[in-house]
DNA sequence: AGTAATAGACAACTTAGTTGTCCACCCCGA
DNA sequence: TCGGGGTGGACAACTAAGTTGTCTATTACT
């Protein structure tokens, strides 16, 4: 039984590794190496709209010259691409490539599969009430993903 | 309602994010400025009986090169001390300064109130089942520390 | 039209680690 | 008892993933 508060962010930090060290080990099982958290969070990004590196760099909460390099690193494995905007001569578009939404898909499921094992360890109504109850201790927008430096870790 | 897995590894960092990063900032307005998590875990670690810096290297699951950086900067800020070990001429002995047991009790204690906030939000009987399933999830041993990357990033 | 803001490139720096190499010292076994 | 393998630690070079800072080209405001 935990009782402190130390032990409480610990627990959360736990679970937070637990699932996403899995994830992408098993990634790298299906083909994918060397794909980051970071990595899948720009992509969802640029799929939800961040059509630019600029624009990517807000939603991501990092520079622009920092998602510049995010973007080059998906760009050379083939995962995004890159386009001259006919709007805005300066910009460049960013899009998914097909390759870069298989990625997407296999991510999900493999986090779909995840959630599905803690559902059969501790029940469906407890994990319904964890989510719920973090949902209202986090706020609405849990997507905070300005923590590129350990997303983007080698996982051990 | 979360029902993906996306979504709850999000959710999960969100809680240690606003958890750690709340610390941080009261941690700062108490008078200790530029104190991260991963020194409060290294200070943890050696008053829970690392006493040398490869030892500690071990507990934080990063090289004793890395260790020795750490303690490099908890000697400057006066946390941790270093001294010669009577029974290993090689080895110097680490040990927590009163100062740095100081920072280890605020930290506990902001910690601790930040618990007691999460428990008025969604009750106590809820947060116990959350730590619980918690526990039961990422097992017996949540103090996994090999993210010192993140942990020691500055809070925005 | 003129000025401010924005997209993006390039370069230098920072942080927090990593290898890699070396030496001094401990320990254990022939 | 000595001799070799393992360990603690220092120093140096490298790496990853960001940061500032500066520059140009282009767009947007008024």
């Known amino acids: 039984m935990t009782r402190s508060g130390p ?18 080990v098993e990634l790298e ?32 909460a990092v520079t622009k010259q920092g998602a510049a390099k995010i973007v080059a690193v998906l760009e050379e494995r083939g995962y995004v691409a890159r386009e001259a905007d006919p709007e805005d001569a300066r910009a460049k578009r960013l899009l998914v490539t097909p390759l870069g939404f298989e990625v997407l898909g296999q991510g999900e499921e493999i986090f779909d599969g995840l959630r599905r094992q803690w559902e059969q360890q501790i029940g469906r109504d407890q994990l319904d009430a964890l989510e719920q109850n973090l949902h209202v ?20």
């Open 137 to 156: 201790l986090v706020g609405d927008s849990p997507i905070r993903l300005d923590t590129p430096g350990w997303l983007a870790r080698e996982v051990g």
């Open 7 to 24: 032990d409480l962010a610990l627990l959360l930090l736990g679970g937070f590794r637990s699932l996403v060290d899995q994830a992408v």
């Open 29 to 60: 099982a299906r083909g994918f190496a060397d794909v980051r958290p970071v990595h899948d969070f720009a992509m969802r990004a640029i799929a939800a709209g961040a059509g630019n590196t600029s624009e990517l760099g807000r939603r991501l």
